[in-house]
């Protein structure tokens, strides 16, 4: 049996189809990702514009193919921040159901961050100690406080990458006035998890995928580390090499933060912000490690596909 797994993010559309043998033993057979930036110039305004819209559409269009082409036999979709933030997010699905037969589910952030917390448990070991899962959105950003016996905490705040990019609209490079607003609107912002965090102290951080997978291939760039592959799903990062590479992308120009090996394209507007939120979170609460899961939300579905129909792994 082959499975697809499809994770409708608000900058990213991303598709992941596994296969499973006869003792029930999955393995990838396909990953790929399509940046689609559905909640540009109007995420705040709480709708899909035309463009974004159009984008989303064909980026399904585009993994139905690879669907079809690997006689994938059960499809699961879910629709994050954007799409469930959206008047038009609605049509949006109904859009995607009418040109690919594809059933988007829109899900709640407290079910996203279940989910993230599912991949991430999958990537990464946990222990007795508090770790604090951080998943950095477009729409909204997803946290959880969790050890090798579940789930302690969780939440999820609407204030992902690419709405605080257009809520802020930072110069290039970013001042520190702006940084100083930006900082000032993630501790209004992110109150409960001051109060969380009395009860349940993290000792580490672990970034869930996307721009943290950007911030593991900055550093192996630069500093001749280890980048993402798809052999390996859980990294350790060296934190003199972090904030030094997070001083670099906050001081650099859109033009400079393209020379910066490792950094991919799709990321080179949003990374700036992604920096500012990581290092709020690692000085807020004096966090002095931090690993990255190459998993996240859609491995996450299938871990929770594979527990809720009693497959074994």
Known sequence: MRLAVIDCGTNTFNLLIVEFDNQKKYSKIFNTRIPVKLGQGSINEGFIGDEPFKRGVDAMKTFNEEIAKYNVLKVLAFATSAIRDAVNGKDFV????????????????????????????EA?????????IMDIGGGSNEFILANTSGVLWKHSFPIGAARMLEKFTPSDPITENEIKDI???????????????????????????????????????EYDGEGISETKTCYTIDMNNYFQISKRVKNSTLEERKKIKGLVSMRLDMIVISCL??????NSFQIQKMRVSSYSLKEGALIDFIIQSGKIK
């Not at 009418?98 to 961050?113: F, H, L, Y």
């Not at 070991?125 to 770790?131: A, G, K, P, V, Y």
């Not at 939120?277 to 690692?282: K, R």
């Open 94 to 121: 109904a859009e995607v159901k009418k040109q690919t037969q594809i059933e988007v589910v829109i899900i709640d952030g407290n079910r996203e961050a279940e989910l993230i917390y599912l991949g991430n448990k």
């Open 183 to 221: 900082n000032d609107y993630m501790q209004a912002q992110l109150q409960p998890i001051f109060e969380a965090t009395k009860h349940f102290p993290p000792i580490e951080l672990i970034g869930s995928s996307g721009a943290f997978d950007s911030i593991v291939d900055m550093v192996s760039g």
């Open 124 to 132: 990464v070991t946990l222990s007795n100690s508090i770790s604090l």
């Open 277 to 282: 939120m990581v290092d709020f979170i690692l």
